[in-house]
């Protein structure tokens, strides 16, 4: 079955995730936007403190030029095209690494780079970006530079040997031995989360360029899902060297439900709207082993190490977002009210925890005590407008 069946969820309705779309995207064009300066606080804490002094990030940048240009191209209106107009000028004339190509992972707030390394999550992140708004104002100048940022991933980045790609390099491409995202990823060269979002990356940019080779390298992406992401049991392998040793036994349960939706949407992209039977059932197995970490409250937990056999009952606010998608997505998929369920319950725990009525935004998570993970941003470097503006955007198009 390649169709998404004609059925629905109780408690989700479409009405309410415009609203809250729109509750979303006001507060980062406030309280976090620099009216003065005309750009975004780098940070905005819990305490909705804007922090003006701190590293502004390329993927927060590009998730807010998504976020403001799928605003924009599903509702009209005009400030959510300014907002665009601004992040995309500030991607360009400070992020933009014009000598040796990528982009920076982060710069000051004079605009002069903080950290030049090339991460190609934060490449990916740019196209991704650069597409969404290439489809609001339909600028050559747009679509080239992501053309250019696809061209120096491929250049530099995939293995032509074991295939896939290098996590990280220095600025001008040499070899770095700091390749991980953040603290708490492991340093090693291939990994899941960039995979996954280059995967998403040069989904957007199909759309818009609908290149052979690139079609060529979506394919080739789906088969290393298939043959070293996802095992037998519907869990994903985070880490890997560049010889697809596994390097870790951690468990990510936002990210296998996130995947579980990707993945077709990769596939339908190059397949003139079809799913294939094998992108669909790797789907519905990521979907199956991810639903069986939902708790008593209807939230999915955020991650298991087998190694150690230690549960992390967080409740993050991006993981319940991509999860609310791909459950409704396997329900419609499949038929099976299981996972309408699931999504239903994700959205009323969402709307009872995560959702802050009165600053807006949603908070970053709450603890296995269920306490709110007041230590966190409300907006910053991972903090930003993009699983939950997408999240209100994906059940609008699915339940309409």
């Known amino acids: 079955m390649n169709a998404l069946s004609n059925i629905a969820a109780p408690g989700l309705k479409a009405i309410e995730f415009e609203s809250e779309l729109e509750r979303i995207l006001d507060y980062w064009s406030d309280t976090v936007f620099d009216h003065a300066n005309a750009r975004f606080y780098p940070k905005v804490d819990h305490a909705d403190n804007r922090h003006r002094t701190a590293a502004s990030g390329s993927v927060m940048y590009a998730r807010i030029l998504w976020a403001f240009s799928a605003g924009y191209r599903h509702t009209g209106i005009p400030r959510y095209l300014e907002l665009a107009n601004i992040a995309f000028r500030y991607i360009q004339q400070h992020m933009v690494d014009t000598e040796y190509g990528g982009v920076y992972w982060s710069v000051h707030p004079d605009g002069n780079p903080a950290d030049s390394r090339k991460q190609i999550y934060a490449i990916a992140f740019a196209i991704y970006g650069l597409a969404e708004y290439y489809k609001v104002n339909n600028d050559n100048m747009v679509l080239a530079l992501a053309e250019a940022l696809y061209k120096v991933i491929e250049k530099y980045s995939w293995d032509n040997c074991h295939g896939g790609y290098i996590e990280a390099f220095g600025r001008d491409w040499s070899p770095t031995t700091h390749l991980s995202l953040s603290a708490k990823d492991d340093n090693e060269k291939k990994t899941l989360n960039t995979h996954l979002h280059v995967l998403e990356a040069f989904t957007n940019l199909y759309e818009i360029w609908p290149n052979d080779i690139l079609k060529q390298r979506i394919t080739a992406i789906l088969e290393l899902f298939e043959k070293h992401f996802i095992n037998q049991h519907g869990h994903l392998t985070l880490f890997f060297d560049e010889h697809w040793q596994a390097k870790s036994s951690l468990r990510s349960f936002g990210h296998e439900i996130e995947a579980s939706w990707l993945l077709c949407e990769a596939a339908r992209a190059i397949n003139d709207g079809q799913l294939t039977d094998t992108v669909r059932t790797l789907a519905l197995r990521l979907a199956s082993a991810s639903v069986k970490w939902l708790d008593k409250s209807g939230a999915l937990l955020y991650e298991f190490n087998a190694a ?93």
């Open 308 to 400: 150690t056999n230690t549960l992390v009952a967080e409740k993050h606010w991006w993981v319940q977002a991509e999860a609310l998608v791909g459950f409704y997505h396997a329900g419609l998929l499949v038929g099976d009210d299981k996972y309408l369920a699931a999504a239903s319950g994700i959205w009323q725990y969402t709307k009872k925890h995560l959702i802050d009525y009165q600053n807006g935004e949603w908070y970053w998570g709450r603890d296995a005590n269920g306490q709110v993970m007041a230590y966190e941003d409300k907006a910053g470097l991972w903090k930003c407008p993009y699983h939950n503006s997408r999240c209100c955007l994906q059940l609008i198009r699915l339940i309409g």
